[in-house]
């Protein structure tokens, strides 16, 4: 498996972050079709080829993604695309 893991701090507090988690779930549906359901303060992420969370607090946001074998070649694709993603949301 390869490992997408990105953590970036913000100061949204903990109702704002949970709205900005829940945009860039959004965003991934739309552009990849991974699907996201709450569990507590965990966003969890599923699609083919595709298993990961979304952790929030007051401070941090964390992304951590499995990539199944057929999606390794696009890892920094993909990586890119959730980092740019989370900088937008988390910057307003």
Same mark, same amino acid.
């Given at each position: 498996?390869?490992?997408?893991?990105?953590? &970036?701090? #913000?100061?949204?507090?903990?109702?704002? !972050?949970?709205? !900005? !988690?829940?945009?860039?779930?959004?965003?991934?549906?739309?552009?990849?079709?991974?699907?996201?359901?709450?569990?507590?303060?965990?966003?969890?992420?599923? #699609?083919?080829?595709?298993?990961? #969370?979304?952790?929030?607090?007051?401070?941090?946001? &964390?992304? &951590?993604?499995?990539?199944?074998?057929?999606?390794?070649?696009?890892?920094?694709?993909?990586?890119?695309? %959730?980092?740019?993603? %989370?900088? &937008?949301? %988390?910057?307003?």
């Amino acid at each position: 498996m390869s490992v997408i893991d990105i953590q &970036r701090s #913000h100061s949204l507090g903990q109702e704002k !972050a949970r709205s !900005a !988690a829940d945009t860039l779930a959004d965003k991934l549906a739309s552009k990849f079709g991974v699907q996201s359901e709450w569990q507590g303060d965990r966003l969890m992420l599923q #699609h083919n080829g595709i298993t990961g #969370h979304l952790d929030i607090s007051d401070t941090d946001l &964390r992304v &951590r993604i499995e990539l199944g074998m057929m999606l390794r070649p696009f890892k920094a694709k993909i990586e890119n695309e %959730i980092e740019t993603r %989370i900088d &937008r949301v %988390i910057s307003g």
